[in-house]
């Protein structure tokens, strides 16, 4: 099966998960893929390192429980205002109760299951990228 192709080599895709082996994991499997990677460990973090960097990412990777009681979802909405627009986001969880599946399903961002196979993570990102500039 031929992975899918890469909408943009040059993405710019904001990771956020407060693992800091499961941000890095993913940082270099998206880097390989050939986007380019924002990866913070927080909600604050990826607004802050997002402020610096001044461009709009094509989507935002967020696991659903952050620090400090944040979630992804709440996170996803801070980096939409910031921005000025609708990014198109991925909640990833291990997350399994009835209200945070909701909240996320609910936000209208796609949710993945934990754990997640990277062809699966490799074509929804594409798709997902592919929405946003369509």
Known sequence: MKPP?????????IIIDDETCVL???SILLEAWGYRVLAAE?????????SRVGERPQAILADYRLRE???GVQAIRR???L???EVPSIIITGDTSTEGLR??????VTVLQKPVPAPHLQAVLARTIRSSVA
């Open 24 to 26: 890095k994991a993913l």
């Open 42 to 50: 927080s909600e604050h973090e990826a607004v802050d390192k997002l």
């Open 69 to 71: 009681g944040r979630t």
């Open 79 to 81: 980096i939409r205002a």
């Open 5 to 13: 192709e890469t909408p943009r080599a040059d993405a710019l895709i």
């Open 103 to 108: 909240e996320a399903r609910a936000s209208g």
């Open 83 to 85: 921005v000025g627009s």
